[in-house]
């Protein structure tokens, strides 16, 4: 049974970071794509980065260009989100998902999502 758990988030000031994690079990996590999503209330998922099986980098959210940086760990299963500068704006839950694919691609083609991780930056 695959498992798709995020962890690392949290209540930060302005300008804080934090580094999300998400450790996926029950597939073979090199095969996959990774990403990171975000929702925030009354807002519609947005996609916020994905790194392709070869560690190529999409960046779908231009507001976190400079910011945010994703990286995986295959040998952990794990993917990363380090965040830096956090503003307000950036509040939601994140999510991470998994496509079995070599590289990245829109929300509905992921396979595999995890239940989420509260980021919450105070102004």
């Known amino acids: 049974q695959v498992q798709v758990v995020e962890s690392g988030g949290g209540l930060v000031q302005t300008g804080g970071s934090l580094r999300l994690s998400c450790t996926a079990s029950?597939?073979?996590?090199?095969?996959?794509?990774m990403g990171w999503f975000r929702q925030a209330p009354g807002k519609e998922r947005e996609g916020v980065s994905c790194i392709n099986r070869f560690g190529g980098m999409t960046p779908y959210a231009t507001s976190v260009k400079g910011r945010f940086t994703i990286s995986r760990d295959n040998a952990k299963n794990t993917l990363y989100l380090q965040m830096n500068n956090l503003q307000p704006e950036d509040t939601a839950i994140y999510y991470c998902?998994?496509?079995?694919?070599?590289?990245?691609?829109?929300?509905?083609?992921?396979?595999?999502w995890g239940q989420g991780t509260q980021v919450t930056v105070s102004s």
């Open positions: 998902a998994a496509k079995k694919s070599m590289f990245c691609g829109p929300a509905e083609n992921y396979d595999y």
């Open positions: 029950g597939l073979t996590f090199e095969d996959y794509a």
